[in-house]
């Protein structure tokens, strides 16, 4: 149990949040995992860890545009985030099928990560649907294209932002693993042993944390990835993305892959193993073999896949295990 848990706003007193929490953990795990329906009774949850360090500012491109690195995630994230609210809506109805939370590392402090929520939602940890709605900071235009009955017409399309591309300070990925372990644990224990779908984590990064050495990763990753609900254990996914040059490693099978690059390992071995009912995705979005092993990881990776990563790990329209498992008419 991390030490750092009282920095978290709670619901439950601390000593109520780890009694609650040690009782949902001693729930048996089903034989099927990876099953449960999502659902307004059973939500799951996505936190998303964001590196905001100086580093950002690399030039990287991003739909055939030269941005930094800190601008063109920005822009993936608030896409994911504008998918899955989409996801969530029926009608004039905002359905909860997911809590989502954002934490940001080097932006704000060299050694602490941070929620990052802004507005009226300053310090929340995780947002429903609807209050993700409401979270906003601003609506930008922007110019797209779009094929209709056959032809190509440009068009303007208003999208919501809920974070700003952020490059500063140091990379103390360490805090960000620690925080986001306190706020699963949150979300474990307000379930109550519930058979809901494991909170999935993504971590997008360019670069060494500089608040910790591989061991304190290593530690902090393999306790996240021991929580769990009965539908399985969390998902630790991991994404080094890099400007276009140098070998990208993509979902690798094992370590060999890897070569002998130090820090992708340290990657590959923080990350979870993807389920089964991930690996049809994983192999035709990557164009990748059949295998019996994904483990949840890239590493040199550009933009187009820190997209299709996102997708891996989020219900869009791409992710066709989490379309079956999503319930609409719940």
């Known amino acids: 149990m991390s030490n750092l848990l009282p920095t978290v706003p709670y619901t439950l007193p601390l000593p109520a949040l780890q009694a ?6 001693k729930r048996p795990m089903k034989d099927r995992p990876y099953t449960a329906q999502i659902m307004r009774q059973n939500p799951t949850a996505f936190l998303f860890l964001i590196d905001q360090s100086g580093s950002m500012d690399e030039l ?4 055939e545009q030269p941005v930094s690195k800190a601008v063109a995630v920005a822009q993936i994230i608030n896409q994911t985030l504008f998918e899955l609210l989409l996801r969530c809506q029926k009608g004039d109805e905002i359905r909860h099928y997911y809590d989502v939370a954002l934490i940001g590392y080097g932006g704000q402090s060299s050694e602490q990560a941070n929620l990052l929520w802004s507005g ?19 609506v930008e235009e922007l110019a797209t294209e779009r094929t209709i009955r056959g032809r190509t017409i440009a068009v303007t399309e208003k999208r919501p932002v809920w974070i700003e591309p952020v490059h500063r300070h140091r990379t103390p ?29 993504i971590n997008i990064t360019d670069g060494v944390a500089t608040d910790g050495t591989d061991e304190d990763l290593l ?21 080094h993305i890099a400007p276009e040059r140098g070998k990208a490693v993509l979902f690798p099978s094992n370590a060999s ?8 390992r340290l990657l590959y071995d923080m990350s979870s193993e993807m389920p089964p009912p991930y690996h049809t995705d994983i192999a035709s979005l990557f164009d990748l073999d059949q295998r ?3 483990v949840g990881m890239c590493s040199n990776a550009n933009m187009d896949a820190l997209v299709k990563f996102m997708n891996i790990g989020t219900p869009t329209q791409s992710n066709q295990h989490f379309s079956h498992q999503l319930r609409p008419d719940s």
Not at 176 to 191: G, N, P
Request: glycine share 4%; aromatic share 6%; proline share 7%.
């Open 257 to 264: 892959e890897l070569g002998n690059d130090p820090y992708a």
């Open 120 to 138: 009226a939602m300053t310090g929340k940890t995780f947002l429903s649907p609807a209050e993700l709605a409401q979270a906003t900071i601003r």
């Open 173 to 201: 990925m360490k805090s960000a693993l620690v925080l986001a372990e306190s706020l699963v644990q949150q979300w474990l224990a307000a379930q109550a042993g519930k058979d809901v779908y494991p909170p999935t984590i």
């Open 60 to 63: 990287t491109t991003y739909q």
């Open 219 to 239: 530690a902090c990753s393999e306790r996240v990835r021991q929580l769990h609900t009965p539908d399985g254990h969390v998902l630790l996914m991991n994404i």
């Open 20 to 25: 609650t929490l040690q009782q949902a953990l």
């Open 292 to 294: 019996p092993v994904y």
